[in-house]
């Protein structure tokens, strides 16, 4: 008998009670594993997420998170192989273990980098700019971000068993969260040597990771208002999942990914012999073959032109014959087995309904030539490509899990939109086309029911990542059918495992809170000026003030002829006086920046290694000739590089005239050392 799949929960390995139902691989038949998750104390482990794993997260800043994710990421990549030998008996070719395994490491990588380049090295996350409540500036509110006290369950589907557990992992352990992962049971024995890995790499604090094989048995019971749960599977068991009774009454954060008709529509202008014809084609098998078409964003409806009908199935019909189905380990294999023989019984039953309203162009769904493998023992399917008609009802509502498309004619732009609609929502879609008007009109028309779209063509075709591929930086779910729930989206699905608060307070304390200086709250003038300090000794809210300083003509005059901007309302008094917003000649915004730069800048070598940018300059009202300014630099934000010898330091510029009027805002960004030897 194989051997039983082992929980990680409540900080240690756990045996299940019984012998547990067999998992079998994908391509012999043979037994590789058992599964069950009897004698788990679900409570138990949910309890332990909050105590042990969830402190343990909100001790460390986002920075110190997306270290973690990097580690992991690497020691990942490192012992991928494991992953490869394993991910071949769930009937993944090389290229599709590749996709998955390698898909999944990206993803951990990917958040590691936003959350050092797009999140502050704190435990808050500020969102939003500062909201003024009252005339006085007395009373202001904004938006911060903290992680919720409770528990990400994650259960993720069998079809992506390393990328599904990582792509719902990264974001929550960055937001703060810990997770506790269920995967489908078919493949369970990929995921579980994942978390093998994990484990034995020690990177992670205790109780940030559980994993669960096996059924979730009474885990919903135990659920908070706290707690978070992200689902991959089929609509109707998210249906099921979302009306359990605990997550209704105590309104638990639900996000579902769930069955997915998704289309491609291949333009007018997409003539055979044309690059867009070539790519729609390929587009079309890869999804097709690529997974064995187990994939959620896999191409189901491939819309297409009444009059290219015909070429488009011939094209795709000739690399179909030449796609070799069989085991992954054998050379010139390009398509493996399903998950299981349950699945494929699923595809075939999908398959008959699907060819009950057209007709099969290629491939029989009973019987397959394969190479290296029994056929029946082993869950092996044909590629099937149908050609249905769009007025039926079952190519919008049947989705053969598997290598199955259907080519479905259209006659105009409006009715592909209308087609479009009948699926109901789906998580993918593309346009494969040259034509940007035909693009704009489909993209908008048929947007409101994807949740990503992609327009191909011989541009961007070399860059393109393809139809079916979710991206971090990008949102992946979709609407009605597919789900209603978003994961991914780069900084979005960190929030998701947040709770946003609006705060409320005067300037004073809402600095204090945030960590980030805000209008009216107290500056310091000190008599070091602030660039003179280490990035240690600087403290929110140290200012300097310079100035005045008086502009003149002949400053604008020489700016204009050193830079070559001489614009009419600087430098043409008759022009300038016709300006309803002018009425006479005005200093260059540029001019004004410089101008504030030169009266707060200390020339000497310091601690203040570079000026890297500038944010939100906005120039508020017109400087004229003889205008004294003054600038106030004042510091905002301070973000330490936890293994650089420097950190970038935010100050708030506000420049203003002799009457104490603004004339320019904006954010100076600067890198600022460390002490000697600190990191």
Same mark, same amino acid.
């Given at each position: ?437 035909? $693009? +704009?009109?489909? *993209?908008?028309? #048929?947007? !409101?029911?994807?949740?990503? %779209?992609?327009? /191909?063509?011989?541009? =961007? ?59 009216? $709250? +107290?500056?310091? *003038?000190?008599? #070091?000026? !602030?660039?003179?300090?280490? %990035?240690?000794? /600087?403290?929110?809210? =140290? ?73 939100? %300059?906005?120039? /508020? ?59």
């Amino acid at each position: 008998m194989a051997p039983v799949l082992r929980s990680y929960v409540s900080g240690g390995w756990h045996r299940p009670a019984e012998e547990g139902r067999p998992l079998f691989d994908a391509v012999t038949g043979e037994e590789v594993a058992r599964i069950s998750s009897a004698g788990i104390d679900f409570a138990a482990a949910l309890e332990h997420g909050r105590r042990a794993g969830g402190p343990a997260l909100r001790e460390l800043t986002f920075h110190q998170r997306a270290a973690l994710l990097k580690a992991l990421g690497q020691h990942l990549r490192e012992h991928r192989d494991r992953l490869y030998a394993v991910s071949a008996r769930t009937g993944a070719t090389p290229y599709d273990s590749r996709f998955d395994v390698d898909g999944g490491i990206g993803v951990l990588l990917a958040y590691a980098s936003k959350g050092r380049r797009e999140l502050p090295n704190d435990t808050v996350y500020v969102e939003g700019a500062v909201e003024p409540l009252g005339r006085g500036g007395t009373f202001v509110g904004q938006h911060v971000c903290t992680p919720l006290h409770g528990v990400a369950v994650q259960i993720n589907a069998f079809n992506f068993p390393v990328w599904g557990p990582l792509e719902k992992f990264a974001p929550a352990f960055l937001a703060g969260v810990p997770s506790l992962v269920k995967p489908a049971s078919p493949t369970a024995y990929l995921t579980a040597e994942l978390v093998e890995l994990i484990v034995e790499s020690g990177l992670l604090p205790e109780g940030s990771l559980q994993f669960v094989a096996g059924g979730v048995g009474d885990l919903f019971d135990h659920l908070t208002e706290q707690d978070l749960v992200a689902f991959t599977g089929s609509a109707s068991t998210a249906a099921k999942l979302r009306a359990h009774p605990t997550i209704v009454q105590r309104a638990v954060r639900f996000t579902a990914e769930a069955d997915s008709l998704n289309l491609s529509v291949l333009g007018p202008d997409a003539a055979p012999g044309t690059p867009e014809f070539d790519l729609y084609v390929d587009g079309v098998v890869t999804e097709m073959t690529v997974k064995a078409g187990q994939k959620c964003t896999a191409i189901r409806r491939a819309f297409v032109p009444e009059r290219h009908v015909d070429a488009v199935v011939e094209a795709i019909t000739e690399r179909l014959a030449r796609t070799t189905v069989g085991n992954p380990a054998s050379e010139g294999v390009r398509m493996g087995a399903l998950a299981s023989l349950e699945q494929r019984e699923e595809v075939r039953r999908s398959v008959k309904a699907l060819a009950d309203a057209g007709r099969i162009v290629f491939g029989d769904p009973e019987k397959v030539d394969v190479v290296d493998a029994d056929p029946e023992r082993g869950a092996f399917v044909s590629p099937i490509l149908l050609v249905g008609d769009p007025e039926r009802a079952e190519p919008h509502e049947v989705e053969a899990f598997g290598p199955v498309s259907t080519v479905l004619p259209y006659a105009s732009t409006e009715q592909v939109i209308d087609y479009a609609a009948r699926g109901a929502g789906s998580l993918a879609g593309s346009v494969v086309t040259a034509d940007a008007a035909f $693009a +704009r009109d489909v *993209v908008l028309g #048929v947007a !409101p029911w994807h949740g990503r %779209l992609l327009v /191909l063509n011989r541009a =961007d075709a070399k860059e393109s990542t393809g139809h079916g591929s979710p991206l971090p930086a990008l949102v992946h779910g979709g609407p009605g059918r597919a789900g209603g729930g978003e994961e991914l989206g780069g900084i979005r699905g960190v929030l998701h495992h947040m709770q946003r608060t609006a705060v409320q307070a005067d300037p004073d304390t809402l600095t204090a809170i945030t960590g980030r200086w805000v209008t009216g $709250a +107290r500056r310091t *003038v000190t008599d #070091v000026h !602030p660039f003179r300090k280490h %990035l240690e000794e /600087l403290r929110v809210g =140290d200012t300097i003030v310079g100035g005045p300083r008086r502009v003149t003509q002949e400053d604008v005059e020489h700016f204009a002829e050193f830079t070559g901007d001489t614009f009419y309302a600087h430098m043409d008094a008759a022009a300038a006086a016709a300006n309803p917003l002018f009425g006479e000649r005005v200093a260059h915004g540029y001019l004004v920046v410089s101008l504030a730069a030169g009266l707060f800048v200390d020339p000497d070598p310091g601690p203040v290694l570079a000026n890297f940018g500038v944010d939100n %300059l906005r120039f /508020l009202t017109p400087v004229r000739f003889g205008d004294e300014l003054t600038v106030t630099l004042t510091c905002k934000q301070i973000t330490p590089r936890d293994t650089a010898p420097y950190g970038e330091v935010r100050w708030d510029a506000d420049i203003t005239r002799q009457d104490g009027e603004s004339v320019a805002r904006y954010d100076v960004l600067t890198l600022v050392a460390k002490k000697e030897g600190q990191r």
